[in-house]
């Protein structure tokens, strides 16, 4: 299987209709769009709270973005065919999945986007923040990637007055060791969540 930066016509068809949909629904307040890269290999990372997370990134930039998503929802012959047309990487979370780091050293060699949640799963703790995993700081050093962090806040509820997403400035981690990475990517997504919640 070949992986490069393109995304499939669903994923445009998709977003097309999703926009301005999810605008109007849910209210978001988006900001620091322009620290995104409108070029080059980037991985967009920040925390997870709900299923819609991604779609505030989507709808956030003009850029395709190929998603790491979870194996079980490939398994689903019902959703399946969904996750693969918009280009999404299947990850399987209890392996060491080296396909899917291998895919998405493809798209990120290709200067694509990658979109990533390095706690591994939603946040379904009272915890401020889950610990993050180390497949996006690798990603980044092993490809030269820039690391674009956001962090999100609020509820996803009808014309919400909360839901915000703050992206911050694009950084390289080349030169760091993987401990020392992971450990600015989890401070800076804290940083923003917390500047998020400061100006309500």
């Given amino acids: 299987m070949m992986m490069n930066s393109k995304v499939p016509f669903l994923y445009h068809f998709a977003k097309f209709i999703l926009k301005p949909i999810f605008k109007i629904y849910y209210n978001p307040k988006i900001i620091g769009k322009s620290n995104i890269p409108k070029d080059g290999a980037i991985l967009i990372a920040g925390n997870h709270k709900h299923l819609y997370d991604q779609c505030l990134m989507i709808i956030s930039t003009k850029r395709p973005i190929h998603y790491m998503a979870k194996k079980e929802y490939f398994d689903k012959k019902a959703v399946a065919w969904f996750f693969k047309g918009v280009g999404c990487i299947s990850v399987d979370r209890k392996n060491k999945d080296e396909l899917a780091k291998s895919l998405a050293k493809e798209v990120l060699n290709d200067s694509g986007a990658i979109g990533i949640f ?26 030269d990637a820039y690391i674009v962090p956001f962090g999100i806040t ?36 804290e940083q923003l969540m917390k500047l998020n919640l400061k100006e309500k």
Avoid: H
Avoid at 128 to 140: D, E, I, R, T
Avoid at 175 to 188: P, T, V, Y
């Fill in 118 to 143: 390095p706690e591994g799963t939603r946040n379904k703790t009272k915890e401020f923040l889950l610990p993050f995993k180390y497949g996006c700081v690798s990603l980044a050093k092993k490809t």
């Fill in 154 to 189: 609020g509820d996803y509820k009808f014309r919400s007055k909360n839901l915000t997403m703050r992206i911050g400035k694009p950084f390289k981690v080349t030169d760091m060791n993987l401990e020392d990475a992971n450990k600015l990517l989890f401070e800076k997504v």
